[in-house]
Nanobody
Framework: QVQLVESGGGLVQAGGSLRLSCAAS????????MGWFRQAPGKEREFVAA????????RYVDSVKGRFTMSRDRAKNTVYLHMNSLKHEDTAVYYC???????????????????????WGQGTQVTVSS
């Protein structure tokens, strides 16, 4: 059974930092790109960041560039989202997801569309107080 389990969310003041983790099991996730998405109340789920299967490439939505960093530990089947200089508008439930295409199948830039991701975690709440 494929599982993605996020952790690390919480309440933080504006300007603070958090590190989200996503532990994967039930699949050889080291062969797949991974992504982070977020969903604020009343809004659609939006792309935040993606990382290639090797960890050598990353992609970010413009609003988090320079503040968020995505990384992965392939040996631990875990991806991370390091979030610095948090803003109130970063408040959302954060989800990790796994690319439906393996390293051998994926071509082109890292995917930002939700339809490209096959497995999703349950989400972790991040609340930034202003």
């Amino acid at each position: 059974q494929v599982q993605l389990v996020e952790s690390g969310g919480g309440l933080v003041q504006a300007g603070g930092s958090l590190r989200l983790s996503c532990a994967a099991s039930g699949r050889t996730f080291s062969n797949y790109g991974m992504g982070w998405f977020r969903q604020a109340p009343g809004k659609e789920r939006e792309f935040v960041a993606a990382i290639s299967w090797s960890g050598g490439s990353t992609r970010y939505v413009d609003s988090v560039k320079g503040r968020f960093t995505m990384s992965r530990d392939r040996a631990k089947n875990t991806v991370y989202l390091h979030m610095n200089s948090l803003k109130h508008e970063d408040t959302a439930v954060y989800y990790c997801a796994s690319d439906r295409l393996s390293a051998a199948q994926a071509m082109g830039p890292l995917a930002s569309g939700r339809e490209r991701y096959e497995y999703w975690g349950q989400g972790t709440q991040v609340t930034v107080s202003s």
